[in-house]
């Protein structure tokens, strides 16, 4: 396929994914990675950072609000929450629909995302300019470390677990996040493919039950067209064992009506796992 027509993501330099584009609209190399922004016929502009599908307008809207929605719906009237990552601006977005918050902070540590996505996305990055959210650039690892006790929710909307990602995925990273959340707060974790990185997705499930809790780690999944395998994972993790398959709070019925995912039903079946998942983490 003509480079010059196809944006192409290699996984493992064994399967890929194309995207044929109209225009490349932006691309630079920050300190961290290289940014480009593609205009696609089929995808709508596609944000890729070091060669990888990070942000399409037609698919992250379900990644932004199964990032997000699933781990609000645990917390009655959540006040302060962290993003770790996410410098799409998607899960600020997501997170600035419920009025209840007082305090919401990004913790991006490539402002060039930021920018860019500011520029080209400015729908998904529309959360950045609410008053309540304040955006920090720095290592998501040793920034999380100056907090105690602080939030009702952290998201941590992370790379792969390369470079400045790698940091995301260690079990001082997992233990800070759990010193920073509120007592029976909520810490969501994108945890990869269950078909094409298992390995990732088991060794991060089991890390993470090994710092929160067997009962207080649970992966849940949706489906994300861009990224490898469409099968996606998060899991969610608290300070104290709770099911997180049932929605005891969350957005009322008219704003989760304003979704294009998540939805009460959703939000059960997603904690339903295919018997090969259930097998990846027993
Ligand atoms: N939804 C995407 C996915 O699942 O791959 C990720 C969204 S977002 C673009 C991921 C962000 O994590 C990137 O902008 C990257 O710069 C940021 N990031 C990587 N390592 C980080 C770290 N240690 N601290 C803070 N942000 C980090």
């Known amino acids: 396929?003509?480079?010059?027509?196809?944006?192409?993501?290699?996984?493992?330099?064994?399967?890929?994914?194309?995207?044929?584009?109209?225009?490349?609209?932006?691309?630079s190399k920050s300190a961290f990675q290289k940014i480009e922004v593609y205009e696609?016929?089929?995808?709508?502009?596609?944000?890729?950072?070091?060669?990888?599908?990070?942000?399409?307008?037609?698919?992250?809207?379900?990644?932004?609000?199964?990032?997000t929605h699933p781990?609000?719906?645990?917390?009655?009237?959540?006040q302060s929450a962290l993003v770790i990552g996410g410098g799409d601006g998607g899960a600020i977005t997501e997170l600035v629909k419920y009025?209840?918050?007082?305090?919401?902070?990004?913790?991006?540590?490539?402002?060039?995302?930021?920018?860019?996505?500011?520029?080209?996305?400015?729908?998904?990055?529309?959360?950045?300019?609410?008053?309540?959210?304040?955006?920090v650039c720095e290592d998501g690892a040793a920034y999380v470390k100056k907090f105690q006790q602080e939030f009702d929710?952290?998201?941590v909307d992370s790379t792969d677990p390369v470079g400045p990602g790698k940091a995301l995925y260690e079990?001082?990273?997992?233990?800070s996040v759990k010193n920073a959340l509120r007592s029976g707060g909520v810490a969501n974790f994108q945890t990869e493919s269950p078909f094409f990185m298992a390995n990732?997705?088991?060794?991060?499930?089991?890390?993470?039950?090994?710092?929160?809790?067997?009962?207080?780690?649970?992966?849940?999944?949706?489906?994300?067209?861009?990224?490898?395998?469409?099968l996606w994972s998060f899991t969610m993790c608290s300070t104290e064992p709770k099911?997180?398959?049932?929605?005891?709070?969350?957005?009322?019925?008219?704003?989760?009506?304003?979704?294009?995912?998540?939805?009460?039903?959703?939000h059960i079946a997603a904690f339903v796992l295919p018997n090969f998942v259930q097998k990846l983490i027993s």
């Open 171 to 175: 079990l001082d990273f997992y233990n």
């Open 1 to 27: 396929m003509n480079e010059r027509e196809w944006f192409t993501e290699a996984f493992e330099n064994k399967t890929a994914f194309s995207v044929k584009y109209s225009r490349k609209l932006y691309e």
């Open 243 to 266: 099911d997180f398959s049932i929605a005891s709070c969350g957005l009322s019925g008219e704003c989760v009506s304003s979704l294009n995912y998540y939805n009460a039903q959703v």
């Open 153 to 155: 929710i952290i998201l």
């Open 40 to 67: 696609t016929p089929v995808m709508g502009k596609v944000l890729s950072l070091d060669g990888c599908f990070m942000v399409t307008e037609k698919d992250s809207f379900v990644y932004h609000e199964m990032i």
């Open 71 to 78: 781990a609000t719906a645990m917390i009655k009237q959540p």
């Open 99 to 135: 009025p209840e918050f007082k305090k919401i902070i990004l913790c991006e540590i490539d402002e060039g995302v930021i920018s860019a996505c500011r520029e080209f996305f400015p729908e998904i990055s529309s959360g950045l300019a609410d008053p309540r959210v304040e955006v």
């Open 200 to 230: 990732v997705f088991a060794d991060t499930v089991k890390n993470l039950r090994s710092v929160f809790g067997p009962q207080s780690a649970t992966p849940y999944l949706c489906v994300i067209p861009s990224y490898p395998g469409a």
